[in-house]
């Protein structure tokens, strides 16, 4: 059984710096393509960013553009989320989710984990 | 990317069907068959129910289907439970971005 358990969620200070990971358990990782998604306090789900299977190709909304870098450790079955610059709107819950193939794009988030609060406040 | 629009909530008694729209544009839900909807219950991890329009993933009810017409796509809960009162979200594949999610639909259970 796949387990996806994110970590690293705190309070930060606006233009401060964070970064959060999941935690991959009962999959060959580096076969599937990972996604951040977040959930803001009383909105909707946000797609954040993606990255496929092998780490070279990666992708982000533009809210989060030249702020925030995805990274992945096949070594260690790890997909990080590095944020920088946050500000008060990037306060959210933060998911991660497996796809189901290698390369991004089929929109099968078959795996979440529970998420991660990442607050964003002076 | 704006983001998919849906009811705000959807309700029904045990054992009736309900519909919960998902209207996109050409760009997303009208041009790609990468849609999918996912069922959020409050402190838990979010579930796929459907994906590719009307795919269940194993071990989802075939009380839960899917469809699209044009940019509008849908999810149908027959034979209404209790258990089926959470959050409902769809999503597709865009050519702007990458993935875009929609507003979300609270279900109630009468």
């Known amino acids: 059984e796949v387990q996806l358990l994110e970590s690293g969620g705190d309070l930060v200070r606006p233009g401060g710096s964070l970064r959060i990971s999941c935690a991959a358990s009962?999959?060959?990782?580096?076969?599937?393509?990972m996604t951040w998604i977040r959930q803001a306090p009383g909105r909707g789900l946000e797609w954040v960013s993606s990255i496929g299977g092998s780490g070279f190709s990666t992708y982000y909304d533009d809210s989060v553009k030249g702020r925030f870098t995805v990274s992945r450790d096949n070594s260690k079955n790890v997909l990080h989320l590095q944020m920088n610059s946050l500000r008060v709107d990037d306060t959210a819950v933060y998911y991660c989710a497996k796809e189901d193939s290698r390369v991004v794009g089929n929109n099968r988030l078959e795996s979440w984990g529970q998420g991660t609060l990442v607050t964003v406040s002076s | 990317q704006s983001a998919l629009t849906q009811p705000a909530s959807v309700s029904g008694s045990p054992g009736q069907s309900i519909t919960i729209t998902c209207t996109g544009t050409s760009t997303d839900i009208g041009a790609y068959n990468y849609v999918s909807w996912f069922q959020l219950h409050s402190g838990e991890a979010p579930k796929l129910l459907i994906h590719d329009v009307h795919n269940r993933p194993s071990g989802i009810s075939q009380r839960f289907s899917g469809s699209k017409s044009g940019n509008t796509a849908s999810l149908t809960i027959s034979g209404l439970q209790a258990e089926d009162e959470a959050e409902y979200y769809c999503s597709s594949y865009t050519s702007s971005s990458l993935y875009v999610f929609g507003t979300g639909t609270k279900v109630t259970v009468l």
């Open positions: 009962g999959v060959a990782f580096s076969h599937f393509a």
